[in-house]
């Protein structure tokens, strides 16, 4: 059963960075994916980035620019490097995982707890 703990975030003023990381355990699956959402509350959650078993990235054009997705194989960790960030930033940000298909596409399957970020 697939495990997500998700760290790294705090509160942080305006203009400055953060980076959250993701440890996974108990893979379900050969090929996967991850990601990073987040939640204000009271509205859906929205996807900030994404990243397959050989490493292509997925954005939204909204999140192009500050937000940076990577990951350490040897580690089964993800990391979302976020810069410049804004008050409208605050959120909580869960990590997920999935499935990655043979024809390149993707479900998501278990989500995190979510590490809180707080921009001010």
């Known amino acids: 059963h697939v495990q997500l703990v998700e760290s790294g975030g705090g509160s942080v003023e305006a203009g400055g960075s953060l980076t959250l990381s993701c440890v996974a355990s108990?893979?379900?699956?050969?090929?996967?994916?991850m990601g990073w959402f987040r939640q204000v509350p009271g509205e859906d959650r929205e996807g900030i980035a994404a990243?397959?078993?050989?490493?292509?990235?997925i954005y939204p054009s909204s999140m192009k620019g500050r937000f940076t997705i990577s990951k350490d194989n040897t580690k089964n960790t993800v990391y979302l490097q976020m810069n410049s960030l804004k008050t409208e930033d605050t959120a909580m940000y869960y990590c997920?995982?999935?499935?990655?298909?043979?024809?390149?596409?993707?479900?998501?399957?278990?989500w995190g707890q979510g590490t809180q970020v707080t921009v001010s």
């Open positions: 997920r995982y999935g499935r990655e298909y043979d024809d390149g596409s993707w479900t998501w399957n278990y």
């Open positions: 108990g893979f379900d699956y050969n090929s996967y994916c």
């Open positions: 990243i397959g078993s050989d490493g292509n990235t």
